[in-house]
């Protein structure tokens, strides 16, 4: 667990890595800050009448900042294209230029996704599912055992398949 008084410091980052993607519950593993304080602190960030709070708004801005980017790059394409031949000056060329390799830039890394491991989600989950039937249902683990090596070939085939591990 961190220490106490470590909000100064952890607060901002938690917040960075909320709006970059990540669970409050990937935060909690990672900066050793209860879930329970982790949302308290994006709790208090909510504004009187609004539906949502600073950490939820800035990862929106986030999300959409690809759409904006090419909105704009379009934008500016057409203006440049409705001008003379000859007309556009150069720095336009270059900011038209930059700007492009930005949004390039921006959707290579967008199509890459949060990145999650498939294949250890889906064994954390069965291994929660295991240790429940154990408990409560040792019919039922028999039967998840029995079925297992099907169950996981088609998780395989389905899921894997798409190079997304």
């Known amino acids: 667990m961190a220490e106490k008084g470590a909000r100064v410091q952890l607060e901002?980052?938690?917040?960075q890595?909320?709006?970059?993607?990540?669970?409050?519950?990937?935060?909690e593993a990672d900066l050793g800050v209860s879930r329970q304080t982790l949302s308290s602190w994006k709790s208090q960030t909510k504004k009187p009448g609004e539906e949502f709070?600073?950490?939820?708004k800035a990862?929106?801005?986030?999300?959409?900042?690809?759409?904006?980017?090419?909105?704009?790059l379009?934008?500016?394409l057409t203006f440049a294209e409705e001008r003379q031949p000859g007309a556009i000056e150069g720095c336009t060329l270059d900011n038209l230029s930059k700007l492009g390799a930005l949004v390039v830039k921006f959707k290579a890394v967008?199509?890459?996704?949060?990145?999650?491991?498939?294949?250890?989600?889906?064994?954390?989950?069965?291994?929660?599912?295991?240790?429940?039937?154990?408990?409560?249902?040792?019919?039922?683990?028999?039967?998840?055992?029995?079925?297992?090596?099907a169950m996981t070939m088609k998780f395989k085939t389905e899921c894997m398949s798409d190079g997304n591990a």
């Open 74 to 76: 379009e934008r500016e």
């Open 12 to 15: 901002p980052l938690a917040r």
């Open 59 to 72: 990862r929106s801005r986030k999300a959409s900042f690809g759409l904006r980017m090419e909105a704009l």
């Open 53 to 56: 709070d600073e950490w939820d």
């Open 17 to 27: 890595m909320y709006v970059d993607g990540k669970s409050l519950t990937a935060i």
């Open 110 to 149: 967008e199509s890459q996704g949060a990145g999650y491991d498939k294949a250890k989600v889906f064994l954390e989950n069965l291994q929660w599912v295991a240790a429940w039937l154990r408990e409560n249902d040792p019919e039922g683990l028999k039967v998840l055992a029995s079925n297992f090596d």
